[in-house]
Antibody, heavy 116, light 109 residues
Framework: QVQLQQWGAGLLKPSETLSLTCAVS????????WSWIRQPPGKGLEWIGE???????KYNSSLKSRVTMSVDTSKSHFSLKVISVTAADTAVYYCARGNVEGYFDWGQGALVTVSS | EIVLTQSPTTLSLSPGERATLSCRASQSVRSHLAWYQQKPGQAPRLLIY???NRATGVPARFSGSGSGTDFSLTISSLEPEDFAVYYCQQRANWPPDGSFGGGTKVEIK
């Protein structure tokens, strides 16, 4: 059973950098896309982007200028950084594992609040 | 960017009834469409991938159909645990994004 365990700072001030990491256990790291999705409180899902096991990223065009994703295959980790956060970045952030067909496994979600 | 439009926004039905949810894409995504179920406080759960393939462990009352720009998710007979929000997601190769629809809430009538 694949498990995704995510962590990172939950409270940020405007202009700071959001940083989240997701650890994968119970399954292979290679051969999949590793994704980040967010959900503002009471709203729908927003695809932030994904990265392949060999480090090739795809980003949502609306966030591309502020987002960086990376993988550490030696630790079976992948990470998300979002610079210059604002209140609009307040959301539950999910990591997920999938392929071209969809995301089969999800992390538990982490609430990130941006507030001065 | 491919835009997915889901309808209706809310579907009010009783247990045992049939639910039909729609997802329309602004351009063809062929069969690269997935459906997810989300309950309050939980991560989404993949139900359907490749437009019509049930994910592991998904009951047979859930079925997906469609290709190109028009897709549907059908729940043949609603069980109490099916009342939730459902999202579609496109997985087209180009443009390279995985955008979601706005969601359909299936609520108890």
């Amino acid at each position: 059973q694949v498990q995704l365990q995510q962590w990172g700072a939950g409270l940020l001030k405007p202009s700071e950098t959001l940083s989240l990491t997701c650890a994968v256990s119970g399954g292979p790291f290679s051969g999949y896309f590793w994704s980040w999705i967010r959900q503002p409180p009471g709203k729908g899902l927003e695809w932030i982007g994904e990265i392949s096991h060999n480090g090739i990223p795809k980003y949502n065009s609306s966030l591309k200028s502020r987002v960086t994703m990376s993988v550490d295959t030696s630790k079976s980790h992948f990470s998300l950084k979002v610079i210059s956060v604002t209140a609009a970045d307040t959301a539950v952030y999910y990591c997920a594992r999938g392929n071209v067909e969809g995301y089969f496994d999800w992390g538990q979600g982490a609430l990130v609040t941006v507030s001065s | 960017e491919i835009v997915l439009t889901q309808s209706p926004t809310t579907l009010s039905l009783s247990p045992g009834e049939r639910a039909t949810l729609s997802c329309r894409a602004s351009q063809s995504v062929r069969s690269h469409l997935a459906w997810y179920q989300q309950k309050p406080g939980q991560a989404p759960r993949l139900l359907i991938y490749g437009a019509s393939n049930r994910a592991t462990g998904v009951p047979a009352r859930f079925s997906g159909s469609g290709s190109g720009t028009d897709f549907s998710l059908t729940i043949s007979s609603l069980e109490p645990e099916d009342f939730a929000v459902y999202y579609c997601q496109q997985r087209a190769n180009w443009p390279p994004d995985g955008s979601f629809g706005g969601g359909t809430k299936v609520e108890i009538k």
